[in-house]
């Protein structure tokens, strides 16, 4: 394992936690419920945790003096390599709930195999987020079944949702020359390999939500090489914009 | 969802740590007992305050009526000799 193929592994999931952690914190002040304004920043905390972790361990691993903030906040646009499905505005509440259980039920799976990493500090984030993981899918799980099997307003607003998350879908299970190389040593797993696993457990939710998932897609890609949508901007200048008009503040 | 009205207020019991019992700790609105206990794990053990959750529908909670208040609780005001503050607890036996 050479490390820029595990810097690269490792910035590209912190960067997936990060901006779906700040779009979640985002509904902060204006869920549609008092709860829900706890629950999403809680899921939210939770996912800027684990970037945490994963920007202070690639900053480790690049070995060039970068701090954890220097990664989450000075960075340029094209060198943040999330998926794209993050990135995406929140829509509305049923829209950020779909996009979380997509999420969480992949993230859970790939944080289930992460634990038998060959890199132990990665294990280590792993064992950590997998019970994070596996709440937030609880949490989002309970509300695509509550909404989409509700009343004809929060059915088709569901299936709208999931309209529009599909195209976002197939980035989850990409494959390139970086992932097959951390795979080959055993840093992480194998995508395609969680596939079925995945799509089990949305279809299984999808049923009790009257839903039907839309799984074979055309896919958008681009994430990984830094290739965002339109939002990506607006969303970083938010994120940075402390960091970047106060250099090293801390508070 | 905008019409708090339709959503059932449930109370939530907190139980701190093993041997203790559940004790309120507030009330939230969810729409049924799942989305009420999740809602509790949320709201009320955001610090680590709990290792059991118990929420039981606020409609389902029989009150006593603040207008008896005097025949309910006056009486026993009166009767100091039942509170155990003359007997001394043996460390052994613990929390009571």
Known sequence: ?251 | MSDQNEIPLWEVFIRPRNGLAHRHCGSLHAVDATMALNAARDVYTRRGEGQSVWVVPSAQITASDPLEKGENFEPSETKIYRHPTFYEVPEEVGHM
């Open chain 1, 1 to 251: 394992m050479t490390s820029p193929v595990l810097f690269e592994t490792l910035l590209r999931l912190a960067d997936d936690h990060l901006i779906l952690g700040h779009r979640l914190s985002e509904w902060c002040g204006h869920a549609p419920m008092l709860e829900e304004d706890l629950a999403m920043p809680n899921i939210a905390l939770d996912l800027i945790g684990q970037s945490r972790a994963l920007y202070a361990y690639a900053a480790e691993v690049e070995g060039k003096g970068q701090s954890e903030d220097d990664l989450a906040f000075l960075r340029l646009e094209k060198d943040y390599h999330n998926i794209l499905m993050v990135e995406r505005p929140n829509g509305d509440f049923g829209h950020t709930m779909l996009r979380q259980f997509l999420f969480s039920s992949f993230m859970a799976l790939f944080w289930d195999r992460a634990q038998n990493s060959t890199d132990e500090t990665l294990a280590g984030i792993a064992g950590k987020a997998i019970k994070e993981s596996l709440y937030h899918i609880r949490h989002s799980a309970e509300w695509v079944i509550r909404l989409g099997d509700g009343t004809d307003e929060s059915h088709n607003r569901m299936v709208a949702a999931n309209t529009a998350l599909a195209p976002y879908i197939g980035e989850l299970f990409e494959t390139d020359d970086v992932t097959n190389t951390a795979i080959a040593s055993g840093i992480i797993p194998r995508a395609s390999d969680l596939r079925s696993a995945w799509e089990t457990q949305v279809q299984t939710v999808f049923e009790q939500a009257t839903l039907t998932p839309t799984l074979d897609h055309l896919a958008q890609t681009g994430g990984r090489i830094g290739e965002h949508t339109e939002d990506m901007g607006f969303l970083l200048a938010q994120l940075q914009f402390m960091q970047r008009t106060y250099p090293n503040m801390t508070w």
